[in-house]
């Protein structure tokens, strides 16, 4: 059974520090994997999706890299600004695409 | 364009009744999936839709929950007889189905049994 964990649970970082967010999975057979943003009270933003054969994804200031080997995909986050401030999701998409979603960070960005 | 849609956004009832939740997709959406968020137990997947394939409802947690899509657009998650512990975020995504995996959510259904 996949099992998705996110390190750390929570984060609190001045404004204009890089970041990165920590995301590990149990089975290596992946289709892709996905981040997410999630805004208190509101639903899931996509934020880039890594197919099972690429290594990174970027999108502005956001990198995700994947390592389907050992488990581990990583989010990183340049010149973080306060509203980046949001719950972060990483999910697991397997043959059907049903989504395995990992704990979460929640990330403070303090202006 | 429009994103998914979810309705209603809050939805309070009592332990027993039943309720009924709608998914609006994203026009042109041929997957569509029902998911739970509640505290304690993280984002859960409960049914999936492609096309008019048999849907896939490995996800739902006892059979007081169903689902139902109609016309390949709209649908509809129906919880029987409610209890407290189903009390809990519902959201529902879309995506264009084939080889584009890229979900879209909506802003979910608050549902509070009390």
């Known amino acids: 059974k996949q099992e998705v964990t996110q390190i750390p649970a929570a984060l609190s970082v001045p404004e204009g520090e890089n970041l990165v967010l920590n995301c590990s999975f149990t089975d290596s057979a992946i289709y892709n994997l996905q981040w997410f943003r999630q805004d208190p009270g509101k639903g899931l933003t996509s934020l880039l999706l890594?197919?099972?054969?690429?290594r990174e994804q970027t999108s502005g200031r956001l990198n995700a890299s994947l390592d389907k080997s050992s488990g581990r995909s990583t989010l990183y986050i340049a010149a973080s600004q306060p509203g980046d401030s949001a719950t972060y999701l990483c999910?697991?998409?397997?043959?059907?695409?049903?989504?395995?979603f990992g704990t979460g960070t929640l990330l403070a960005v303090q202006p | 364009g429009a994103g998914v849609s979810q309705s209603p956004s809050n939805k309070v009832t009592e332990k027993g009744k039943d309720v009924e939740l709608r998914c609006d997709p994203i026009?042109?959406?041929?997957?569509l999936y029902w998911y739970r968020q509640s505290l304690g137990q993280g984002l859960e997947f409960l049914i999936y839709f492609q096309g008019n394939s048999a849907p896939d409802k490995s996800g739902l947690p006892s059979d007081r929950f169903s689902a139902e899509r109609t016309g390949g657009s709209v649908s509809t998650l129906t919880i029987q007889r409610t209890q407290q512990e189903d009390s809990a975020v519902y959201l529902c995504?879309?995506?264009?189905?084939?080889?584009?995996?890229?979900?879209?959510f909506g802003p979910g259904t608050r549902l509070l049994v009390l």
């Open positions: 026009s042109g959406h041929t997957a």
């Open positions: 995504a879309s995506s264009r189905g084939g080889g584009e995996q890229t979900q879209y």
């Open positions: 890594i197919q099972s054969s690429q």
């Open positions: 999910a697991i998409g397997g043959a059907t695409n049903k989504l395995i």
